[in-house]
């Protein structure tokens, strides 16, 4: 699978436009959300490049789908910040400026877990703290391979699992309407690392707070783990 996709389309007439489809069209049932996965997969990861225009009639073809799975599947790649439409003109990948995530995706974010994570460092208990135990021994394995996405995803999921723990409806629900974003921007600073043994620390500082029960320190290591490594990462000041 490339890696890359040249601006402007998904290359309604090059080879490697198929990739993104499935090899068979899909079943009428699962259209709608198998198109939505696969396209937020490409977005999240990069494959798909913020700005280019997702044409609804090369999607149908792609997918051997009718042009109402492939239009609610883009409304709801909308509705989790990954597409932009734009009237008279179509959809397209969303882009995320320098000002986008320190102005606004980062401090929701840290909003978001500053609530939820001390939350759940009381309500965790030993099964779940084994749980994100594991998660964080995996993304050291995972950085000693250089598997850059396994880390990224072990990095969304201790979060996933913070939130989810905290027991906190409000919490989860904006949770889950700004991951996509979140994982996006994961994607995208993760390889800036000079190594990705750091992600790990960061998140085993983060549970050793958590275990601790220490939440001035946690509130602390959540501000630089969310906000301080992004400004970093992005060559913004210290």
Wanted: charged share 20%.
């Amino acid at each position: 699978m490339t890696s890359h996709l040249p601006p402007a389309s998904l290359r309604s007439t090059a080879d490697g436009e198929r990739r993104l489809a499935l090899r068979h069209p899909l079943p009428p049932a699962s259209r709608r959300q198998q198109v939505v996965d696969l396209l937020r997969e490409q977005i999240v990861t990069g494959q798909i490049q913020p700005g280019h225009r997702l044409k609804q009639d090369v999607l149908c073809q792609l997918f051997g789908a009718s042009p109402a799975p492939v239009r609610e599947a883009l409304r709801q790649l909308e509705s989790e910040g990954l597409v932009l439409h734009s009237p008279n003109h179509g959809a397209f990948v969303a882009e995320f400026t320098a000002d986008d995530l320190l102005g606004l995706l980062l401090p929701v974010r840290l909003a978001i877990e500053k609530h939820a994570v001390p939350l759940a460092a009381s309500r965790l208990g030993a099964d779940g703290l084994a749980e994100l135990d594991a998660i964080v021994d995996a993304m050291h394995a995972a950085s000693e391979d250089g598997n850059l996405a396994l880390v990224n995803e072990l990095d969304v999921r201790f979060h996933d699992l913070t939130v989810r723990a905290s027991g906190s409806a409000q919490a989860l629900q904006l949770w889950r309407s700004v991951q996509p974003r979140i994982r996006a921007q994961i994607y995208k600073l993760a390889p800036r690392h000079a190594n990705l043994e750091e992600i790990t620390l960061e998140h085993r500082e983060l549970l050793n707070a958590i275990r601790a029960g220490q939440l001035d320190e946690l509130s602390r290591l959540l501000e630089e783990h969310v906000i301080g490594s992004a400004v970093q990462l992005m060559g913004g000041p210290a």
